[in-house]
Structure formats: C-alpha cells, structure tokens
C-alpha cells in the first residue's frame, strides 16, 4: 500500500505576538507563541487568568491580527484573513443564542443564512441534535426554556452543524456549576471524537485540561512554558509555575552533594537526603544549588529511615485530613518546609500517622523531577 502523504497541521502559529495599547500602555498579552495542532486533535490553552489564551484564540478564528508572526490553517496562511472566510467556528462562554429561536432554529440558521437545501438542514440538524442529545422534546423549546448545559449543546450542535475543520472553545463550560460541569466534560469529549473535528480548548481549569485533552499548552505571560500530553504535564512539568499551577507539588531545594550515573544527590536536614534524575537541559554539577519537585501522592509515609536507593526526608506530622477515599498529611521537614502527602485509605493504609508523630517520607528517586537552578 502507498504511504499516504503526512497531513498538514490543521493550526499552526509562527512566532504570533499581540501587543495591545490599553491608554498609552502597551501591553504584551501574547508575547511570541510557536505552535502545531494536528488534525482531529484535543488540544487545550491552559492558564491563569489574564495569560493571554482568549487572545491566541482570537487570533486562530479571525477576530484578532496578529502583531507579529503568522497563523495558517490547513497549510494555508490566513494572517490577515477575515474570520466569515476561515474554515474555523468559535463557541462562547456566554453561548450567544437566539432568544426568539427554538433549538432547531437555532442549529439551522447558518445553514438556512447559506441557503442549503429544506431536505438537507432537516437531516444535517437532526443528526447533530442526535448527537448532542436533544432530538426529543426539547429540539422546540426556546433557549430560556432549557437548562445551562442544555444551552451549552445547542451552542455546540450550532457550531459543528457548519462542518467546520476546527472548533475554537472558549471556557465554554465556565456558567455551569460542578457537577454539570464534570458531566459536560465528557459529553464534549465524547462529541469530539463522534464528529471527529479539531478542537481548541481554553481553560483556566487544570483538571478539565488533564482529563479531556490530548495535548496541552501551558501558558504564562504571554508565552507557552510547556507543550505536551496531560500525562507528561503532571509527571515532568518543564518549570516551576507548570509544577505549581497543574496539581499539588512539593518543591525542595538544596546544594548538589554529588552527581553520577545522570542522578544529583541533595542533602536535606541532618539525615536526609533526595535523589533527581538529571535532565540534559539541565546540567548540574556538584556544589550547584537545584530546585526539584515530587508529587503528593508518590511519597509514602514510613517509620524508619528508607534505604540509600530511595529518597528519605524525616519529619513530623502537623495535619491529617481524612478525605474518605484517601486522607492528607502535612510533614513539617527537618528544614523547616512542609511537604504535603496524599495517602490512598486501602486497608492496610489505616492509621498511617497521627498528627505529633515523628515519621521518614520515601519516594522513588524516578519520581523526584529537577525543574531549574536555585539562586
Ligand atoms: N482589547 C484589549 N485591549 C487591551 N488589553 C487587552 C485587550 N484584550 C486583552 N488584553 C490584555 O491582554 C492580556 C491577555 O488577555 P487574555 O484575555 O488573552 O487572557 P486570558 O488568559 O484569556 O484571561 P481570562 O482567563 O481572564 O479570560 C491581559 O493582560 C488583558 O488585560
């Protein structure tokens, strides 16, 4: 069989800045963004607020020039291209439904505006309320007369009904509360694969990220400080604000005691000591001080100190918080940091450690990450 041809990225940013003038400040809100989103992808923009993904997002549909760089879609380069005549669609926090429409209505107005064929739009939206689950009852109740997510689905069957090659989500669950919010995360997921469409994901929501994205961008300031799976984000994060906004870490710190086989050695309190696979990005050597982070609920709670292979620091416990499924200790370490640790209550967890107790946290050395040089 031939080897098809590779397809081109559906989205690619070269080098897309955008400076805004805010009343004589110029204010830097995208600051340089490189990136490729394959086709069919689940990719999200993840950050806090202010970072600069709504205007990224901005930028791919149309509703933003860039000041710098170039955005192409499917290969083409559309900087400067209007968003009614990029083959991208973009769904709103706020939805922006027709109030005078009912649901139908509204999923058929892009097609009635262009003129597709009665036959046709009965069938293309009728498929895709099918899809976003309201081919009942509700396809003729009006927007007030249905619930948030329900609102949310018209939202998304209106925009995927145009068959456009990417779909731009911005917060699109943000005015559901939790629980509909959870459920709506897989709905979206689950459409996504269904309809087979590229989808752009912004959110300020590390945990919606985590579990619908394929890939990830972290964003920061304007830029992007890490790239990757959810997966890779959680276990390797490149920096320290990846680390620290995605998750709970643990950050320790010390001066490199010695280095070999590509692992640093680092000293903590008197008996300590925390082991880090180096990265060679980072070279380290000994005598350099090192900042590494190890996640909660890779460290077990023991009485002894562990062996040299593993990663022991002695501590004694402030705070237990029972959580039912697991519960949460915080160790005050021998160097005056607390370590956060978060323990599964399987059976023979019970009991762990009371709050007074002197205890060893141990962790294997592969799950301490070296994340940059201490000052
Ligand atoms: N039209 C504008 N004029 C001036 N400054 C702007 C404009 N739009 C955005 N900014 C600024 O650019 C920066 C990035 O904004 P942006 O909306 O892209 O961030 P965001 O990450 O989407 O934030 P949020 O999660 O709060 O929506 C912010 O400092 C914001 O104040």
Known sequence: MAQSEPRPDEIELAGVAKTYRARGDMVGAVRGVDLAIASGEFFSLLGPSGCGKTTTLRMIAGFEEPTDGRVLLHGRDVTGVPAHRRDV??????????????????????????????????ARVGAMLEIVDLAGGERRRRPAELSGGQQQRVALARALVNRPRALLLDEPLGALDLRLRQAMQ??????????GVTFVYVTHDQGEALTMSDRIAVMNEGRIEQLGTPREIYERPATRFAAEFIGTSNLLGGEVAEVSGGRAVISHGPDGHVIVP???????????????????????????????????????????????????????????SDMVVFAQNAASADGVAVRGDTVWLSWDPRHSYAIGALK
Do not use: W
């Open 89 to 122: 669609n973009m769904v709103f926090q706020s939805y922006a439904l027709f109030p005078h429409m009912d649901v139908f209505e509204n999923v058929a107005f892009g097609l009635r505006r262009r003129r597709v064929p009665k036959g046709e739009i009965r």
């Open 186 to 195: 897989g709905e979206l997921k689950r459409i996504q694969r269904e309809v």
């Open 278 to 336: 180096l990265r060679p990005e980072l070279p380290v050597g000994a005598g350099d001080r090192l900042e590494l982070a190890v996640r909660p609920e890779k460290i077990g709670i023991v009485p002894e100190r562990p062996g040299a292979a593993l990663c022991g620091v002695r501590g004694t416990v402030s705070e237990v918080v029972y959580l039912g499924t697991s519960t949460n200790y915080t160790i005050s370490t021998a160097t005056g």
